[in-house]
T-cell receptor, first 114, second 114 residues
């Protein structure tokens, strides 16, 4: 079965520290990969996506992610976080032949403190 | 700001009732998808409409139904509400069906079933 796993439900980090949010997927077919952010009481906002080409993808707000096909991973990183990055982060994939539906992980709560 | 709006923002219903949630997509977005996000979970795909026809469905029973209109608005209808239907309902729109296209999410409707 095709699935997405976000290994960490919560990640506490101090402001200006680096952070990595992990995402792994399981699929026997080609995938497109996405990271979305959800601020409290809001919908989802796209941070970045990988379709093809360079495996290092840069997104908004200083975030980047690297696609690793051999490890079936798409981890999200930021070299220096800010208080305003506190939010829920969701990794999502679309698999070929699934009517383009997004399959989401369970989310990682990033909590940035001073 | 994604240009996708949803109404109402909050709704309280009792078990057995019916509910209609509304979404207004960006002009020119021919595809709309609906997702259910239970508390503490990632969004789950309900179904998708393309040019007013259903085009893909997730593991949701037939009491979940939808409509898409030529003016880029759409509805999600849920009959015979159950307690487990309590969730945030998100709609997402994009121009065409392509899996790699960015889906733009609305802020959601939070439904509470008592």
């Amino acid at each position: 079965a095709q699935s997405v796993t976000q290994l960490d439900s919560q990640v506490p980090v101090f402001e200006e520290a680096p952070v990595e949010l992990r995402c792994n997927y399981s699929s026997s077919v080609s995938v497109y990969l996405f990271w979305y952010v959800q601020y409290p009481n809001q919908g989802l906002q796209l941070l970045l996506k990988y379709l093809s080409g360079s495996t290092l993808v840069k997104g908004i707000n200083g975030f980047e992610a690297e696609f690793n096909k051999s490890q079936t991973s798409f981890h999200l990183r930021k070299p220096s976080v800010h208080i305003s990055d506190t939010a829920e982060y969701f990794c999502a994939v679309t698999f070929t032949g699934t009517a383009s539906k997004l399959t989401f992980g369970t989310g990682t709560r990033l909590q940035v403190t001073l | 700001e994604t240009g996708v709006t949803q109404s109402p923002t909050h709704l309280i219903k009792t078990r057995g009732q019916q509910v209609t949630l509304r979404c207004s997509s960006q002009s020119g977005h021919n595809t709309v998808s609906w997702y259910q996000q239970a508390l503490g979970q990632g969004p789950q795909f309900i179904f998708q409409y393309y040019r007013e026809e259903e085009n893909g469905r997730g593991n949701f029973p037939p009491r979940f139904s939808g409509l898409q209109f030529p003016n880029y608005s759409s509805e999600l209808n849920v009959n015979a509400l159950e307690l487990d239907d309590s969730a945030l309902y998100l709609c997402a729109s994009r121009e065409e069906l392509g899996s790699g296209e960015t889906q733009y999410f609305g802020p959601g409707t939070r439904l509470l079933v008592l």
